[in-house]
């Protein structure tokens, strides 16, 4: 009983010395010697790391006065409580509040520090492709090994070339669909200069890659996505996975996920400041039904806003369409390795455009 006393008075008062140092000091009645007990035993808890009930942070004002302010003193309860219940050590040092990485990337000059510390799952891209490019890479460098084992120089070394090359198309196809397509659309969006309160609309989100991407730049917008939800297109597509990944991300409370066509968009007219799409207008079958697609995308945007659109193929098409629409500053150029499908052949466009004022 008396090391568990000694353990809530320690803990007590570190709290009190940091929420009076931050109120202007150490008051005279309690000195830095006097929480000199035990302070190796424990770390020293700082009030704005104290979580409310809803997990909001709070943060302790300044009071004039000697005197620790009430706010302060309730916001410490929680912390002399976990201090002093389970754990083998007596104590545990408690959780931080979940909205804590929300505000560390509210603003869009730190959302791509922050991409680095991705949490969600996005998938795989077109799984099937990569199941292709290594099971061509398997069966070729198997035959080339048993080609080498009889003698067959000349097959051995053909197929060991072509086992090589499929080998290095799948590594790159999984290295674009696990990070690069990532790092490249950070720049991407870092090119935009966002103030941060935009409407944004992802066409064919996915699971949420670019959505929760361009969801940490806007503190005071709102991201919204739309999709059929394919898992031929990325493996493990659903609504409620796209969902999970934004909480995961820390961006819940700015994005929205409907189900809808991106050939009949179900949004008014001028509805967003900025509409993106990553590698899904291709997977509509017709070119017709793509340029449709196209037209839907430019049809919600406000006028002054612009779209952005990175893509496998049709990409000239896309940009013939906006120009007809009427589209200024219609550009369209080659994203770098990260962005290959493989190799430079399978490699993606970017398409940008802008609306006119009206």
């Known amino acids: ?127 099937y492709g990569l199941m292709i490019f290594a099971s061509v890479a398997l069966v070729n460098l198997i035959v080339a090994t048993v080609s080498w084992l009889q003698g067959e120089r000349r097959t051995a070394v053909t197929m060991t070339i072509y086992g090589l090359f499929f080998l290095g198309n799948a590594l790159s196809f999984l290295y674009t669909t696990r990070r690069g397509k990532f790092a490249e659309w950070e720049q991407i969006l870092d090119g935009l200069h966002l103030r941060g309160d935009e409407r944004v609309l992802d ?66 007219d001028g509805s967003f400041d900025l509409v993106v799409s990553s590698l899904a207008i291709h997977n509509i079958p017709s070119q017709a039904d793509r340029r449709r697609a196209v037209a839907e995308g430019f049809r919600v945007l406000a006028p002054g806003s612009r779209i952005v659109i990175a893509d496998l193929r049709s990409t000239r098409g896309y940009a013939d369409e906006l120009a007809t629409l009427g589209a200024a500053n219609v550009q369209r150029r080659r994203l770098g390795w990260r962005f290959w499908w493989g190799n430079p052949i399978v490699a993606t466009r970017l398409v940008t455009a802008e609306k006119a004022q009206g």
């Open 203 to 268: 066409m064919g989100c996915g699971r949420g890659a670019v959505l929760t991407a361009v969801a940490r730049r806007l503190p005071s917008g709102r991201a919204t996505g739309v999709d059929i939800w394919s898992w031929m297109d990325q493996s493990g597509n659903a609504r409620e996975v796209t969902l999970r990944n934004a909480s995961l991300e820390g961006v819940a409370e700015r994005v929205t996920v409907e189900t809808g066509d991106m050939r009949a968009l179900p949004f008014p």
């Open 1 to 127: 009983m008396d090391g568990l006393y000694s353990l809530k008075t320690a803990v007590r008062l570190d709290v009190e010395v940091l929420v009076r140092h931050r109120e202007g000091g150490v008051d005279a009645g309690l000195h830095e010697d006097d929480v000199a007990v035990d302070r190796s035993a424990h770390r020293i808890l700082d009030p704005v790391e104290v979580g409310g009930p809803a997990g909001e942070t709070i943060n302790t004002p300044a009071q004039p006065g000697p005197t620790t302010s009430t706010t302060a003193r309730h916001a410490a309860t929680p912390i002399l409580m976990e201090a002093t219940s389970g754990g083998r050590g007596g104590h545990r040092t408690p959780p931080r509040p979940a909205s804590r990485r929300s505000r560390a990337c509210a603003s869009p000059e730190r959302a791509s520090s922050c991409a680095a510390m991705r949490r969600g799952d996005y998938g795989y891209d077109a799984p």
